[in-house]
Antibody
Framework: QVQLQESGPGLVKPSETLSLTCTVS????????WSWIRQPPGKGLEWIGY???????NYNPSLKSRVTISVDTSKNQFSLNLSSVTAADTAVYYC??????WGQGTLVTVSS | QSALTQPASVSGSPGQSITISCTGT?????????VSWYRQHPGKAPKLMIY???KRPSGVSNRFSGSKSGNTASLTISGLQAEDEADYYC??????????FGGGTKLTVL
């Protein structure tokens, strides 16, 4: 069955760029929408954005100026870049096939 | 975009039924039949329980049901079980072609 796995640094310095990759296994990335969602410690879920396998994107308006989501169909991966991070960006970051299949999540802490 | 409104907490005894509401606007919940519900146990990823307002993914118990009236969607869990104790989140597609989540509801099984 389709599985998703997030990977990337667990610690990012303030003002730097957070970069995560989601690897899709057990199925093709083609034909679907893929999302990034985050959850600050002890808080609720926040939708970050999605990408279609063709590369078209849409982002949360509150993050739009700092977010880029890209896709690499040859590697069956999609990625998240979040620039100019602050402590408020500390969260568990999840990748998902829209909302149906989720990765296990990865904690990213923003701290110097 | 503003988060959808959910009650912070609900509770029920084993065997009872509970309902969690999710209130939005005509630009999200009320405008589209794309409301989903997720269950999240502590330290775990969310799990899809209901999609497209009232559809259940394969493998999800028929104790879970969803509905919508106007700008408010609802999740009903019947025959409460201890394993149902978790946080529940709704989400909706919006007129901006984005998605928005509710603030989450903590379900306690007494």
């Amino acid at each position: 069955q389709v599985q998703l796995q997030e990977s990337g640094p667990g610690l990012v310095k303030p003002s730097e760029t957070l970069s995560l990759t989601c690897t899709v296994s057990g199925g093709s990335i083609s034909g679907y929408y893929w999302s990034w969602i985050r959850q600050p410690p002890g808080k609720g879920l926040e939708w970050i954005g999605y990408i279609y396998y063709t590369g078209s994107t849409n982002y949360n308006p509150s993050l739009k100026s700092r977010v880029t989501i890209s896709v690499d169909t040859s590697k069956n991966q999609f990625s998240l870049n979040l620039s100019s991070v602050t402590a408020a960006d500390t969260a568990v970051y999840y990748c998902a096939r829209l909302g149906t299949i989720w990765g296990q999540g990865t904690l990213v802490t923003v701290s110097s | 975009q503003s988060a959808l409104t959910q009650p912070a907490s609900v509770s029920g005894s084993p065997g009872q039924s509970i309902t969690i509401s999710c209130t939005g606007t005509s630009s999200d919940v009320g405008g589209y039949n794309y409301v989903s519900w997720y269950r999240q146990h502590p330290g775990k990823a969310p799990k899809l329980m209901i999609y497209d307002v009232s559809k259940r993914p394969s493998g999800v118990s028929n104790r879970f049901s969803g509905s919508k009236s106007g700008n408010t969607a609802s999740l009903t869990i019947s025959g409460l079980q201890a394993e149902d104790e978790a946080d529940y989140y709704c989400s909706s597609y919006t007129s901006s072609s984005t998605w928005v989540f509710g603030g989450g509801t903590k379900l306690t099984v007494l």
